[in-house]
């Protein structure tokens, strides 16, 4: 089955400066990568994704980059505020089973911004 | 749109007792999962229901967990007995039919067991 390896698993920046978080997958059939973020108590709530033929997508201060070759992505977090503080998770989606997709996750980075 | 709904929000139980995780989907969500958090790691996948059909259940302990989906809409996941290690959060989470449009999750159910 997939696996998905996540570095690193805690993050630490100062306001405004960039975070980067770098997730590897095994299974080169994957072809969906999203990415979820997750606060004290609540549920993960996806923020961003990408697809296999996409190698970046952008939102705002939040962008994605896939390396299919590679097996391996990204997320960029720029102008970091305060309200980034959070649990950041990666997870990939294998399609080799129609119907029963299901979204692999990384282990978790928890990132904390510096004000 | 209502998001995914979960009770209780936190349980209390001695080991060997048994308990109870209710969710109800997104509406219209015909995928519904169930994941296990323990702290400080990622989501793991329990169960997964197509409408009211077990699609993937590889990874539920089946001597002490099992769930159902009636009527393809709501979900119970039961442990029983529960050990100490089965303290986590459990997460529901629904789609709208396929992994690859996302999930939406619930808040979860904090489990302590003692």
């Known amino acids: 089955g997939e696996n998905v390896e996540q570095h690193p698993s805690t993050l630490s920046v100062q306001e405004g400066d960039s975070a980067v978080i770098k997730c590897t997958y095994s299974d080169s059939a994957s072809n969906y990568f999203p990415w979820y973020k997750q606060e004290l108590g609540k549920g993960p709530q996806l923020i961003i994704d990408i697809r296999s033929n996409v190698g970046e997508k952008k939102d705002q201060r939040i962008a994605v980059t896939l390396n299919k070759t590679a097996k391996h992505f990204s997320l960029h977090i720029t102008e970091t505020q305060p309200e980034d503080s959070a649990v950041y998770f990666c997870?990939?989606?294998?399609?080799?089973?129609?119907?029963?997709?299901?979204?692999?996750f990384g282990t978790g980075t928890r990132l904390t911004i510096i004000p | 749109e209502a998001g995914v709904a979960q009770s209780p929000r936190y349980k209390i139980i001695e080991k060997r007792q048994s308990v109870a995780f209710w969710c109800n989907p997104i509406s219209g969500h015909a995928t519904l999962y169930w994941y296990q958090q323990i702290l400080g790691q990622g989501p793991k996948l329990l169960i997964q229901?197509?409408?009211?059909?077990?699609?993937?259940d590889s990874q539920l302990p089946k001597d002490r967990f099992s769930a159902e989906r009636l009527k393809g809409v709501d979900s119970t996941l039961k442990i029983q007995p529960a050990k100490l290690e089965d303290s986590a959060v459990y997460l529901c989470a629904s789609s709208l039919e396929r992994a690859n449009y996302g999930y939406t999750f619930g808040s979860g159910t904090r489990l302590t067991v003692v």
């Open positions: 229901f197509q409408n009211n059909g077990v699609v993937d």
């Open positions: 997870a990939a989606s294998n399609p080799r089973n129609f119907g029963n997709e299901k979204l692999t």
